[in-house]
């Protein structure tokens, strides 16, 4: 049974640092990764997505990272700002393109100014 | 691009009765949707996959007589809590497997969510 682990699960750093949020998956045989935010009381938005075949995928200051043989991903924002307070979920995409996502618990991520 | 709507976004309903909620896929079709819920301060957990023409697939633990999935249409399925409880009170989202239409194909396309208060 596929399980994702985020790591940390909160986060606290002042504004212009560059942070790395990490996501961990227990079985390589994945379709994509997937990283997305969620704002408070609000839906998804979606970030990121990385095919199984990919390494890294890149969007202006994210950078998210894909080692599937490790069962690994992770997410790198540069200069951080307030406005990228908000939990990043990390979701798998089953391999067998069935369309289900597992999601990790998700890393609440507060920026100071 | 492809987009997926839910209905409602918020809906208050009595202890005991029945609620509806929506999702439409926009400018393609979708086979398959699925449905999650999110508790406070968790993440989202898969509950059922909704198979256009034939009955729904539920995750272990999910209740299928008290969360009736319909999908009737290519572009529309339907979560139906019957007898709500506080518990229930949740945010339910879907997503829908963009196979044929506008935007990217073989891309999952996540609805606003609804959030459910039981009172």
């Known amino acids: 049974k596929q399980e994702v682990t985020q790591i940390p699960a909160a986060l606290s750093v002042p504004e212009g640092e560059n942070l790395v949020l990490n996501c961990s998956f227990t079985d390589s045989a994945i379709y994509n990764l997937q990283w997305f935010r969620q704002d408070p009381g609000k839906g998804l938005t979606s970030l990121l997505l990385?095919?199984?075949?990919?390494r890294e995928q890149t969007s202006g200051r994210l950078n998210a990272s894909l080692d599937k043989s490790s069962g690994r991903s992770t997410l790198y924002i540069a200069a951080s700002q307030p406005g990228d307070s908000a939990t990043y979920l990390c979701?798998?995409?089953?391999?067998?393109?069935?369309?289900?996502?597992?999601f990790g618990q998700g890393t609440t991520l507060q920026v100071k100014p | 691009g492809a987009v997926v709507s839910q209905h409602p976004s918020w809906v208050i309903c009595k202890s005991g009765t029945s609620v509806k909620i929506e999702c439409r896929s926009l400018d393609f079709q979708a086979t398959t949707m699925f449905w999650y819920r999110q508790f406070p301060k968790q993440s989202l957990m898969l509950m059922a996959t909704?198979?256009?023409?034939?009955?729904?697939?539920?995750e272990q633990g999910v209740e299928k007589d008290k969360f009736l999935i319909n999908h009737a249409s290519l572009t529309l399925s339907t979560l139906t809590v019957t007898s709500a409880h506080p518990e229930d009170s949740s945010f339910y989202i879907c997503?829908?497997?963009?196979?044929?239409?506008?935007?990217?194909?073989?891309?999952?396309?996540f609805g606003e969510g609804s959030w459910l208060t039981v009172v």
């Open positions: 909704s198979n256009e023409g034939s009955k729904a697939t539920y």
């Open positions: 990385i095919q199984s075949s990919q």
């Open positions: 997503s829908a497997d963009n196979r044929l239409g506008q935007g990217a194909l073989n891309t999952i396309y």
């Open positions: 979701a798998v995409r089953l391999s067998g393109n069935t369309g289900k996502l597992i």
